[in-house]
């Protein structure tokens, strides 16, 4: 180990090296360690309780495979300046700083706004802070390097940032078939023609990777119950926020109201980036937390009934299928919410809610893994024969209603 780094113990990979310097500094820096308080899976803890873990743990150990990944790409004779690697390093370890409170799970819903528009932000202001020393950063991270395998490795099928989480979810999840070989696949890691590439011989690794992620998708982030939490929490945001504007007193905190009072657009960044970026710096899981708690006591039938629901893990019932559901079965269900609840008919999309699931085992296209023969060959995994993953998305449709609606 390195006396010029400082060393922190991850669950995971063992003992990781922060290197000093600017990476240590922007760890330290607060926009950074409020990622200690964003869960990495929102509600996902509701279903596997040890999913605790948090955004700061994913990207510490994003940013260790970024410097074994690099190591390997040089150590097969790419080249990589230590100003690029450090660059690629400060990408990876900033590609999530513009996550909001629990994640996905709120995202459009306090400002539509997505999180990687608002990590740029972040990191631009960091820039401003930090004298330049990020502009190399930010050039990767929106792909306006010329070395484009550098994004690839922030982001693509293959990325650090997949090979992260899909480990350590798994990993505090204990959901075993997500887990992935991650150290063989780095290893096989290769760059043509400025491309990302990966040797033939990890062809089994990354088929595995793949299934291991549909799989990732359907048994815990888009799990029917998860996605149930998530759909109350925006429900209960939204009806906050509706009760706000109307003069309704809330006990939640200033950030918070910042983002409930006023309306934004995705040109709200260009115009009005310093009190946007601020307010969104101060906010994280315990302000939803403390407003979901403070909204149990509301006289608002509906925010106090989702609320109550929320923190005391008292949630919807949710149907999951791959067929969208029958209007009159939507309809019966609405009739007798309406029959047993003191709300009107305007009310309903409060307490029943449905929507669909989608997702793609693999995507081809520009994006597409490509394989490196041993002849010095590449063709895209969709050529490959030998490996069983398909590009097919998959789509489940889903609904959401109290859980004492009897349909009998």
Not at 120 to 141: R, Y
Not at 250 to 261: A, E, P, Q, R, T
Not at 372 to 384: F, I, N, Q, R, T
Request: aromatic share 12%; charged share 25%; with cysteine.
């Amino acid at each position: 180990m390195s006396n010029n780094c400082k060393i922190l113990n991850d669950p995971i990979y063992g003992l990781i090296e922060i290197p000093y310097g600017i990476i240590y500094d922007l760890l330290e820096h607060r926009f950074y360690q409020r990622l200690r308080r964003i869960n990495q899976l929102g509600f996902t803890q509701y279903v596997y309780p040890g999913a605790t873990h948090t955004r700061f743990n994913h990207t510490i150990g994003a940013l260790h495979l970024m410097q074994k990944a690099i190591r390997t790409l040089q150590s097969k004779g790419v080249a990589i300046s230590a100003e690029e690697a450090e660059a690629t390093c400060i990408a990876i370890l900033l590609h999530d700083i513009g996550h909001g409170p629990f994640s996905h799970c709120l995202e459009y819903n306090l400002v539509p706004i997505e999180h990687e528009e608002l990590s740029i932000a972040f990191m631009e202001k960091l820039n401003e802070e930090f004298g330049g020393k990020l502009s190399l950063a930010i050039q990767i991270f929106e792909n306006e390097y010329p070395k484009k395998f550098l994004h690839q490795l922030l982001s693509g099928q293959l990325d650090m940032d997949r090979m992260d989480y899909l480990t350590r979810d798994s990993f505090f999840t204990g959901v075993l078939e997500g887990v992935v070989g991650y150290d063989r696949i780095i290893k096989m890691l290769h760059v043509h023609n400025g491309e990302l590439v990966i040797e033939h011989k990890g062809l089994y690794s990354v088929e595995s990777f793949l299934v291991s992620r549909r799989i990732m998708y359907w048994q815990v982030y888009l799990h029917k119950t998860v996605v149930c939490a998530g759909e109350m929490t925006i429900r209960a945001i939204a009806r906050a926020r509706d009760l706000l504007r109307k003069g309704h007193q809330l006990d939640i905190s200033k950030s918070l109201h910042y983002f409930f009072s006023n309306d934004f657009s995705k040109d709200s960044l260009k115009t009005d980036a310093e009190k946007i970026l601020y307010n969104f710096s101060m906010l994280d899981d315990t302000d939803i937390l403390s407003a979901l708690k403070s909204f149990c006591d509301e006289d608002d039938f509906i925010l106090s009934f989702l609320s109550k629901g929320l923190i005391s893990r008292k949630l919807f019932r949710v149907v999951m299928q791959n067929e969208p559901f029958d209007h009159n079965f939507i309809e019966k269900i609405k009739q007798k919410t309406l029959a047993q609840f003191p709300i009107n008919e305007d009310e309903l999309e409060y307490l029943v809610f449905g929507g669909q699931e989608s997702n793609k085992a693999y995507v081809t296209g520009s994006k597409e893994i490509m394989i490196k023969l041993a002849s010095g060959e590449v063709k895209p995994m969709s050529e490959w024969s030998e490996h069983n993953i398909r590009p097919q998305e998959v789509v489940k449709y889903f609904i959401c209603y109290p859980k004492t609606v009897s349909l009998d």
